[in-house]
């Protein structure tokens, strides 16, 4: 389902009320998270909602969707942060609720092991947040000859290191960590969101429905139950 909105703003108000909506009829749902420009307007708005009536989100578990590799967890730009300034603490989400990858882990491989188990007993993702990368990247699966479908070390292509992340980092990252293809494409609802003129090329590649590797997120054609919400600055 695509549906081309007049804003940031509106793209936001929609996704906020579809995850809400969700939160009503499973309290325990479990949210893979996103980081990133995109999805902050929509993090925006559940923390309004959560002012409201905070005992909807007694339940609500998450699960990081990827990270930067080999810098601090402390770090300003990690996606730890920035998920726990605009989710974790104004949802009071507890780390018992929490599936997190390290982003200094001292075996990375080891790591992503570990919340691929984790994700197994906790599982399925009942809603998957998504932004979409310049270069058509879903989470840090980045465009190649192949893609991995479980939770793996991704190389950084040089467009994804110019992130504006990467841009407040005190170090940049070596590598990241991500959940792989098939942890994606296995969440009960996918919500993928898109905003701006900067991301009109690569959304005309996608909605040109053809599925490849060198666009990652082509691969969302397959999946039965996803929701585009995107602006008419990214539409074009």
């Keep these: ?66 990270e930067w590799g080999g810098i601090p967890m402390t770090d300003p730009g990690s996606c730890e942060a920035y998920l726990q300034a605009r989710l974790l603490s104004p949802l009071r989400i507890t780390g018992d609720r929490y599936l997190s990858f390290r982003s200094d882990a001292p075996d990375p491989e080891v790591e992503c092991k570990r919340v691929q188990k984790e994700l197994e007993k906790a599982g399925p993702i009942d809603c998957c947040v998504l932004g979409l990368g310049l270069n058509g990247h879903i989470g840090l699966n980045e465009p190649a000859g192949s893609l991995q479908p479980g939770f793996h070390l991704a190389q950084l292509s040089e467009g994804t290191l110019g992130h504006s992340m990467v841009a407040a980092m005190n170090r940049r990252p070596s590598y990241g960590l991500t959940l792989g293809m098939a942890d994606i494409l296995q969440a009960r609802t996918i919500l993928l969101l898109i905003s701006g003129k900067d991301k009109r090329n690569i959304t005309g590649e996608l909605l040109s429905k053809k599925i490849t590797t060198s666009l990652p997120a082509s691969f969302l054609w397959t999946h039965p139950n996803t929701i585009c919400l995107l602006d008419k600055e990214a539409y074009g």
């Design 1 to 66: 389902k695509i549906s081309v909105l007049d804003s940031y703003k509106e793209i936001s108000r929609e996704a906020a009320g579809f995850i809400t909506r969700q939160l009503e009829a499973n309290k325990a749902m479990l949210l893979c998270a996103a980081t990133g420009n995109t999805p902050s307007g929509t993090y925006e708005r559940l923390v309004e909602e959560y002012d409201k009536r905070p005992a909807l989100f007694d339940a609500m578990r998450v699960l990081k969707l990827d």
